[in-house]
C-alpha cells in the first residue's frame, strides 16, 4: 500500500505520484500499474479547486467506492 500525490500547479519533478514534490499533474497522468488496488490517492491542499475534463473517447473505471475529503 502506497499513498500516491496529484497537485495541478506542479509544473516541475517526475510527475510520478511518489512524493509531493513528484505529484501527478492529473489523475489522467496515472499510467496502467502506477496505482495499485490498495494505493490512496491525495489531491494536494491548496492546489485551487480540483477537477478532470476529458474527451468522450476516454474510458473511466472505477475499482473502488471510497472518496474522502
Same mark, same amino acid.
Given at each position: ?16 505520484? &511518489? &512524493? ?26 491548496? &492546489? ?22
Amino acid at each position: 500500500m502506497a499513498t500516491k500525490y496529484v497537485d495541478n500547479r506542479l509544473t516541475t519533478g517526475a510527475n510520478d505520484g &511518489s &512524493s509531493l514534490a513528484n505529484a501527478f499533474r492529473s489523475l489522467f497522468d496515472a499510467e496502467v500499474g502506477t496505482v495499485g488496488a490498495s494505493d490512496t490517492v491525495e489531491v494536494v491542499a491548496g &492546489s485551487g479547486p480540483y477537477y478532470e475534463a476529458t474527451n468522450v473517447n476516454a474510458t473511466l473505471r472505477v475499482y473502488g467506492t471510497d472518496i474522502s475529503f
